[in-house]
């Protein structure tokens, strides 16, 4: 059987993008292949979470997982640093990692843009500490949207690197999937790049957020002022509510409203109307389950706990075997 990876960071509610991205996947995916899913509690640690706040994001991260039809008897779900391997292994994989081409990853680029007080080694390193992930289950698939693709080519370089100078065949090339072939980008509300946690208020829908938040958010949207000719072609902010739209709508629903837009007759109003409606539609039983799971401590306590044990003994054999392989031998 084949072995799958991802993570998710414990920075905030998961979200629209999560979801469609990859947990949507996971979902699918744990009945095929043996699965591990975990919260990236280590990486969150590169924005400084506050002491005080790190455990409850965690748990709320493994409650909106759960809620969303992940089951911890069929795949494996952890914390990251319930599996401390895999910080030995990311230390390992960092002799392998070029400092110039860390420097020039997207994601890094991206990061000291947006906070350039803060560009510390954890920033840097953080797709070694990705690889380090995917590599302690030896990993083929990883499931993630289409922000992560740069971050499996590096896991990719390591895995060569590590074969070639050690002269082995141990690791495996893993890729970035999603069942419906392309990855996924969901775009966010605020017209331009995707939905994401960190960036503008209202650019993301929560799988938490109740229906006037839906719909405040989805009103808010930025739009054009319209078509003026037949079969226009469609403004980036116009193009991500019809993405948005054919993520939760039905298809019927969607036809009708890229007529309307054909036509010059299409009122945003009312297409924002339905797409608010048709989110919550989604959402909704979500929501539900959400709120039941995060309040019943015992039961996620359980599930933790049951998840650490399964994710060590694959953690603790790739470890021992690398370090054979490398050369680090016990004395004692
Ligand atoms: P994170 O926490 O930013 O996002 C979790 C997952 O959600 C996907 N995603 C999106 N997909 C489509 N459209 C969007 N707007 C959108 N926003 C987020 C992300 O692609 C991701 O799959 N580095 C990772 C966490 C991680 C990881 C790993 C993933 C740590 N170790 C090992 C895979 C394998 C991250 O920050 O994801």
Redesign the pocket.
């Known amino acids: 059987m084949e072995t799958v990876?991802?993570?998710?960071?414990?920075?905030g509610n998961?979200?629209?993008?999560?979801?469609?991205?990859?947990?949507r996947n996971f979902i699918k995916m744990q009945h095929d292949a043996n699965c591990y899913f975990?919260v990236?509690d280590y990486?969150?640690l590169t924005t400084h979470p506050h002491p005080d706040n790190l455990n409850a994001t965690v748990k709320q991260v493994l409650a909106e997982n759960l809620a969303c039809g992940l089951d911890p008897e069929i795949c494996t779900l952890y914390v990251?640093s319930d599996l401390p391997e895999t910080a030995e292994l990311y230390l390992l994989l960092n002799m392998l990692a070029y400092t110039g081409e860390l420097e020039r990853s997207v994601?890094f680029k991206e990061k000291i843009r947006k906070d350039p007080d803060n560009v510390n080694a954890g920033l840097l390193t953080?797709p070694v500490?990705?690889?380090a992930?995917?590599l302690i289950h030896k990993?083929a698939k990883?499931?993630?949207?289409?922000?992560?693709e740069q971050?499996?080519e590096y896991t990719r370089n390591y895995v060569n690197r590590f074969n070639y100078l050690y002269g082995v065949e141990y690791f495996q090339e893993p890729f970035a999937y999603n069942f419906g072939g392309q990855?996924?980008?969901?775009?966010?509300l605020d017209g331009s790049g995707?939905?994401?946690?960190s960036e503008a208020e209202g650019n993301?829908i929560f799988l938490i957020d109740e229906p006037e938040v839906i719909k405040k958010k989805v009103m808010r949207a930025v739009t054009d002022s319209g078509p003026t000719h037949m079969n226009q072609p469609k403004e980036v902010a116009i193009e991500n509510l019809f993405t948005l739209l054919k993520l939760v709508s039905t298809t019927e629903t969607v036809a009708h409203f890229e007529t309307l837009y054909n036509n010059c007759t299409i009122r945003y109003g009312d297409m924002k109307k339905q797409l608010a409606d048709d989110i919550n539609i989604f959402i909704a039983p979500i929501r539900e389950k959400i709120k039941a799971i995060a309040a019943d401590e015992k039961y996620i306590n359980k599930v933790v706990k049951m998840g650490a044990e399964k994710a060590r003994q694959s953690g603790r054999k790739t470890l021992a075997e690398v370090r054979n392989i490398i050369g680090i031998r016990s004395f004692f």
Do not use: C, E
């Open positions: 990876v991802s993570g998710i960071r414990p920075t998961l979200h629209l993008g999560n979801y469609f991205g990859a947990v975990f990236a990486h969150s990251q994601s953080y500490l990705m690889a992930d995917i990993a990883v499931p993630v949207g289409k922000d992560q971050h499996l990855l996924v980008k969901v775009p966010g995707k939905m994401g946690k993301a």
